[in-house]
């Protein structure tokens, strides 16, 4: 029958102007004035005054991760539900093996889980050693199994963290592969002496977390990881960047020529340290690596502008919440408090607010950030923007639309908001995801498992290697 959205303003990285859009089998068939005849018999959505949004593509969640003795509160319907009430209507999430575990068997584990999402999905997968199998794996992993992104941790020494030897085999594989690699830069080496020495003086309260990970570990790893990236040819992304420093690494390599993308997150650009001045343990809601920066040394500025001037490349969100109980496995040592936080349902409406209606960025940029640029690095070539022949993936956003941030009414499992009464402007009216409303006027539509897994192919050519070996 198909759905025929008319009036609305379509916002796309480039151009804003009103017209109606006929979508129909999951695709985007028509756009232009008066589409009614297309539409006749089917369901009409009229959005006069609200913007026909891409739907956002979040290139950072972790749903049901095994994490520091635990597992992230969300599970993929959880957390896609939490994403299509936000406008997020596609998300790579990271399939993370155990030291040692094949890949494919890892894989095997997260298609099962993420069977259960509301909305389409994909996957980077994480290197976390370096065996006799790993190129190998690799290379299935993109020829045949659809995922040309992967995912490696400098920090998190004695789990999930490669040494410099591991780094560079997976850049160099990367490379060969045309694959994106995309990196937790910090210094976990530092990071381990710092948090042995913080344990030792007995400052063991949440507060301490961000002192035991400064934003110079951050820059050192990032500078590292683009040189090791540059070395091999890989195309490098740098995941949740909080700082000047890592900032400053990014732009460098760039000024060089170096393809290479930066990722920030909302919490960055809008939280600061004084999070950890909460009483009861109040602080470790805010607990996740890289750490929340303190307001005065530039980091918040160097991220803002390097969103407006286009050397940050997306925003994501890092979801990867974990209950207030679950937090508390780290009461008497922050060092075991689970790291992450919950995000993917604020994403669009806190950038709307901060960045959009503040003047920080244009909406065209906003589009770009949060949809069309993850599609094109992370070759979901389908989605991202509003165009003929694109993926229905669509957000009706209400630019007039008020909302508080809540725990109390979010649809996460998290029971407690990092943006805790955040007054919004703007509103998500309706989410469609492959032509199908998904979430309506505060209400989940989507049927459990009604999200699809999105195969890809390397778009990203060879570079040519710095060295050959
Ligand atoms: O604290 C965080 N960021 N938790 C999730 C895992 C990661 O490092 O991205
Ligand atoms: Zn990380
Ligand atoms: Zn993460």
Avoid at 251 to 278: I, S
Wanted: charge should be negative; charged fraction near 25%; include cysteine.
């Amino acid at each position: 029958m198909g759905l025929l959205i008319k009036n609305g303003e379509i916002v796309t990285a480039t151009d804003r102007y009103v017209a109606d859009v006929f979508v129909k089998d999951g695709k985007i068939l028509g756009i232009g004035r008066d589409l009614a005849a297309q539409g006749a018999g089917g369901e009409v959505v009229d959005a006069a005054g609200q913007y026909v949004l891409p739907g956002f593509i979040d290139p950072h969640v972790h749903m049901e991760l095994p994490f520091m003795g635990t597992v992230s509160a969300d599970d993929f319907e959880s957390g896609t539900a939490s994403g299509v009430a936000g406008g997020t209507t596609c998300i790579i999430d990271f399939c993370i093996p155990n030291r040692g575990q094949s890949m494919l068997e890892a894989l095997a584990s997260w298609r099962e889980k993420a069977k259960k999402s509301v909305a389409d999905y994909t996957f980077h997968m994480a290197v976390t050693g370096w065996g006799d199998d790993t190129a190998a794996e690799m290379q299935r992993v993109v020829e045949q199994e659809g995922i040309t992104s992967f995912k490696v941790f400098m920090a998190y020494k004695g789990a999930l963290m490669v040494d410099d030897g591991e780094l560079y085999r997976v850049m160099q594989q990367a490379g060969r592969l045309n694959a994106v690699v995309t990196v937790h830069a910090e210094n976990g080496d530092a990071v381990w002496q710092l948090q042995r020495e913080l344990i030792g003086k007995g400052d063991l309260g949440p507060e301490y977390h961000p002192v035991s990970r400064p934003s110079s570990v951050e820059g050192e790893a990032t500078n590292r990881a683009l040189m090791m990236a540059r070395l091999q040819g890989a195309t490098a992304y740098i995941v949740h960047m909080t700082c000047r420093e890592s900032v400053d690494a990014l732009v460098r390599a760039k000024l060089e020529g170096q393809r290479c993308y930066g990722e920030t997150c909302p919490q960055y650009l809008l939280l600061d340290d004084r999070v950890f001045d909460q009483p009861d343990f109040g602080g470790s809601t805010y607990v996740m690596s890289p750490p929340i920066r303190p307001l005065h040394l530039g980091h918040h500025e160097s991220l803002w502008s390097g969103l407006a001037n286009g050397m940050l490349d997306s925003v994501g969100t890092d979801h990867c919440p974990f209950t207030h109980e679950q937090k508390k496995m780290g009461a008497k040592d922050f060092t075991r408090i689970p790291n992450g936080a919950a995000g993917i349902e604020d994403r669009l409406a806190i950038l709307y607010t901060h960045g959009v209606a503040s003047g920080k960025l244009s909406l065209e940029r906003l589009v770009e950030l949060g949809a069309t640029a993850p599609a094109r690095i992370f070759g979901l070539v389908k989605k991202g923007t509003v165009a003929v022949g694109m993926d229905a993936d669509i957000v009706i956003f209400d630019p007039q639309g008020k909302a508080v941030r809540s725990a109390k009414t979010h649809f996460s499992r998290a029971d407690r908001s990092i943006f805790e009464g955040f007054e919004v402007k703007g509103k998500v009216e309706r989410t469609i995801v492959g032509g199908r409303v998904a979430f309506e006027n505060g209400k989940l539509m989507a049927e459990k498992g009604s999200g699809r897994f999105i195969a890809r192919k390397p778009t990203h050519f060879a570079r040519q290697p710095e060295v050959k070996a």
